[in-house]
């Protein structure tokens, strides 16, 4: 299978006042977040969607994929090496890592890189989505590095943190991060796709579960995650709650303190197989 191979690159500028407004658009817990000395984990996210749209949209030739009932985010995977600064000037680049069947679809995934202008690599976002049903004749790229949820962890908990979702909260993150799709912020448009009503945006989720995860066990510090993965399960509400639950995964092969987690929203696991790495 052959597809467009012009990579996405491009420099960005990391504004200190759209970091702030996106620590508080996801109601990061740390103080150093909502005060805005450094920015939340997932705040690249709004640098990297045009290297996300640039990949996606070149990944496979017209017509490749079909039977697809539906497009959504399936996964993230972040690894960080180094702060991002606010202030700061950002080159990102763009490219892709793999088109895969699965039962459930084809899910792309596609490597989006944040570099300082002197080619310093501060972050990598693994960005997958997933054509629901869709079918594929050639797979190509290499698989996602793991995150399952190790099974023993569930004897080792360490701690849970809840998030009220506001009524406002697709509306404040759709105005810091530029998400502005139509079934978070619309109750018609949401229930066209046959939700009950406006759904949060699944990156406003996942940055919760990073504030979370770096107020339980990164002392309130977003520099010392080095890893922040997850898939996307089911969709959270407005005026509902998020809990987020940790739990002991022990020690990667890279000598790094590992912790699962999970994201429930109203009795139903809307984040799965969560897995977050520290630095020392």
Same mark, same amino acid.
């Given at each position: 299978?052959?597809?467009?191979?012009?990579?996405?690159?491009?420099?960005?500028?990391?504004?200190?006042?759209?970091?702030?407004?996106?620590?508080?658009?996801?109601?990061?817990?740390?103080?150093?977040?909502?005060?805005?000395?450094?920015?939340?984990?997932?705040?690249?996210?709004?640098?990297?969607?045009?290297?996300?749209?640039?990949?996606?949209?070149?990944?496979?030739? %017209?017509?490749?994929?079909?039977?697809?009932?539906?497009?959504?985010?399936?996964?993230?995977?972040?690894?960080?090496?180094? @702060?991002?600064?606010?202030?700061?000037?950002?080159? *990102?680049?763009?490219?892709?890592?793999?088109?895969?069947?699965?039962?459930?679809?084809?899910? *792309?995934?596609?490597?989006?890189?944040?570099?300082?202008?002197?080619?310093?690599?501060?972050?990598?976002?693994?960005?997958?989505?997933?054509?629901?049903?869709?079918?594929?004749?050639? %797979?190509?790229?290499?698989?996602? @590095?793991?995150?399952?949820? @190790?099974?023993?962890?569930?004897?080792?908990?360490?701690?849970?943190?809840?998030?009220? *979702?506001?009524?406002?909260?697709?509306?404040?993150?759709?105005?810091?991060?530029?998400?502005?799709?139509?079934?978070?912020?619309?109750?018609?448009?949401?229930?066209?796709?046959?939700?009950?009503?406006? *759904?949060?945006?699944?990156?406003?989720?996942?940055?919760?579960?990073?504030?979370?995860?770096?107020?339980?066990?990164? #002392?309130?510090?977003?520099?010392?995650?080095?890893?922040?993965?997850?898939?996307?399960?089911?969709?959270?509400?407005?005026?509902?709650?998020?809990?987020?639950?940790?739990?002991?995964?022990?020690?990667?092969? #890279?000598?790094?303190?590992?912790?699962?987690?999970?994201?429930?929203?109203?009795?139903?696991?809307?984040?799965?197989?969560?897995?977050?790495?520290?630095?020392?």
């Amino acid at each position: 299978m052959q597809s467009q191979t012009l990579p996405s690159d491009y420099e960005a500028y990391v504004d200190a006042d759209a970091v702030l407004a996106y620590a508080l658009a996801t109601d990061d817990p740390n103080e150093l977040c909502r005060t805005g000395a450094v920015a939340s984990p997932l705040y690249t996210s709004t640098l990297v969607v045009k290297a996300f749209t640039d990949t996606m949209s070149s990944a496979v030739p %017209e017509g490749a994929i079909t039977g697809t009932r539906a497009s959504v985010h399936g996964m993230h995977d972040v690894h960080y090496f180094a @702060p991002v600064r606010p202030g700061s000037k950002v080159r *990102i680049t763009g490219q892709h890592h793999g088109v895969k069947q699965t039962p459930a679809g084809v899910v *792309i995934s596609n490597e989006l890189s944040v570099l300082d202008l002197d080619g310093q690599l501060l972050l990598r976002h693994y960005w997958t989505g997933m054509h629901v049903g869709g079918k594929v004749d050639h %797979e190509r790229g290499s698989d996602l @590095p793991d995150h399952l949820f @190790p099974d023993a962890a569930r004897d080792k908990p360490v701690g849970t943190y809840v998030f009220d *979702i506001s009524p406002d909260q697709g509306f404040r993150y759709g105005g810091a991060s530029g998400d502005r799709n139509a079934h978070a912020i619309s109750d018609e448009a949401a229930r066209a796709e046959g939700f009950p009503s406006k *759904i949060i945006q699944g990156l406003c989720t996942f940055a919760m579960c990073s504030g979370a995860v770096v107020k339980l066990v990164g #002392e309130g510090d977003p520099a010392r995650l080095a890893r922040l993965a997850g898939r996307f399960s089911a969709p959270v509400f407005p005026r509902q709650q998020l809990e987020v639950a940790l739990f002991d995964a022990g020690i990667s092969a #890279e000598g790094k303190r590992m912790y699962a987690f999970e994201a429930s929203s109203n009795g139903v696991t809307v984040v799965k197989h969560g897995r977050a790495e520290l630095h020392d």
